[in-house]
């Protein structure tokens, strides 16, 4: 029985083995099916990507110099427009604190040529009006008392409201 055990345990071994090949060989195979595949896949994206790339990579190198200079010119000119600003600002606040200091002026000036004016009607009323008006009533009693003095008192023609035309004028 030993004899017979021992064949069948070489058998089962020899059977096993055979397994094992034939298990190998269908991995080998599978793997190197999967093996040209990947390669014929890394062809193409290799023919067809890597250009691509290429092109990718010299457009940046060509484009990065540009946009350096495009981002520093943007900078320069905001900065630039920023100053311009503030003085434009400056500037314009300074002329509207010096208008507004002489529309003050003009209408402080306005006021006292206001005020003189009024002054200068009054000291003319007060000068000129009132001794016009005394001297005319003087002359007009003067005027009167010669008339009566001399006895040539006239009669004055009335109009339609019985008042002599005369004492109608201010």
Do not use: C, W
């Amino acid at each position: 029985m030993d004899d017979n055990l021992l064949k069948f345990f070489i058998a089962a071994t020899a059977f096993a083995v055979v397994l094992q090949v034939l298990i190998l060989a269908g991995l080998y195979l599978a793997v190197r099916k999967t093996t040209q595949k990947l390669e014929a896949l890394a062809t193409e994206v290799h023919s067809k990507a890597l250009p691509t790339m290429d092109t990718v990579q010299n457009f940046l190198t060509d484009v990065r110099p540009k946009l350096d200079t495009l981002t520093t010119n943007l900078s320069e000119s905001s900065t630039l427009v920023k100053h311009q600003l503030g003085r434009i600002d400056a500037t314009l606040t300074d002329a509207m604190d010096r208008t507004r200091l002489q529309v003050i002026r003009a209408d402080e000036l306005l006021s006292r040529t206001m005020n003189r004016v009024e002054e200068t009607s009054d000291v003319v009323h007060k000068t000129v009006m009132s001794p016009l008006r005394q001297v005319n009533g003087l002359m007009a009693a003067l005027s009167t008392g010669v008339d009566v003095f001399l006895g040539q008192k006239r009669r004055h023609p009335k109009n339609g409201a019985g008042v002599p035309q005369d004492e109608m004028f201010i």
